[in-house]
C-alpha cells in the first residue's frame, strides 16, 4: 500500500503485487506520505499473475474514456478501470506488463476529476515558480511549455506538462505535480507550489509580445488546456464558468515567444517591452 501526498490530496494505492506496489513507491518518492494518514481517495489496483517477473515497460497508454454520470469508464489493451466520483474509490485492472504508463494515466485522470469537483482544475501547462509566484504556461502538445522550463534557469519548475490548480483566499495556488513529460530532466519543484499571477497561452513566434485576451477567449484557451473534464460534453458548461472565474482573477495572455529567455523581460514588464490590443 502506498499513498501519495498530490496538491493537498492523499491517494492511496492498494496494490495487490508487492512489487508493484514498490515500483509505485520509487518511481513517485518525492509525493509518497505516511500511511496512517487518511486519505481523499483509493484505488485498488488488481495485477495478473502473469506479471509476476515482468519488466514494467513504457508505450503510451491506448484507454478508452467512457463517462456514464459520476462513473467514469477506462478499457484499453491489458487494462480495465472505474472511477466513482464522489466515494472516491477506484479500481484498476492489469494484465499487462505495462504498469507505469496505465497507472499514470489512471492517476492523472483520477487527479482532474478531483481538483474539478473540488472546485480547482488540472491544466496542461508548465509551472514556474520565481519568488513566491507562479507563472503558468499553457499550450497543446510542441507549443512550448518545456521549451519555457529550460529557457528559465531562475526559476522553479513546478511541472512541464500539468500542473493542479485550487482556489483558496489568497488566490489560485499552483502546485507540481509527479505528472511530467518523460524526457524532462528538471524536476526540482515538482512538490512546490506558489500563488498564481499570470496565464500564457503559448505562441512560438520570431518576436516576443503579449497579446491580451477577451474573457471569451480566455475561457475558451484554458477549457482547452483541461483534459478530461473537457471530454465530457455534460460538465462543459461548469468547466468553462470555472475558466472565465480563473480568467476573472488572474491575467491570461498571450505570449508570443522565441527561443531565447527574452520573454521574462515582457512578463516583468521592462522597457521596451509589447503588450498588443485584445483578441
Known sequence: MTTLAIAGWRVRLNCSLPAVDEAIATRYAAFVAPDAAPSDTTITVNVGPEMMGAVPGEPSPQMRVTYRGDVVLLDG??????????????QLELSCDAFYPNVEYFLRILCALLAYRSGGLLVHAAGLLVGGQVHLFIGHSGSGKSTAVALSPQALALGDDLIL???EE?????????FWNPEATRREGQTASGILVGIYSLVQDREVYLQTLSPAAAAAELAANCPVVNGDVAQLPGLLGRCQQLGADVPVLRLHFRKDPGFWGVLRGEPGAVREGSL
Open 165 to 167: 490548480l485550487r482556489p
Open 170 to 178: 489568497a488566490g489560485w495556488r499552483a502546485y507540481g505535480t509527479p
Open 77 to 90: 489493451p491489458g487494462v480495465s478501470g472505474i472511477i466513482v466520483v464522489g466515494s472516491w474509490q477506484a
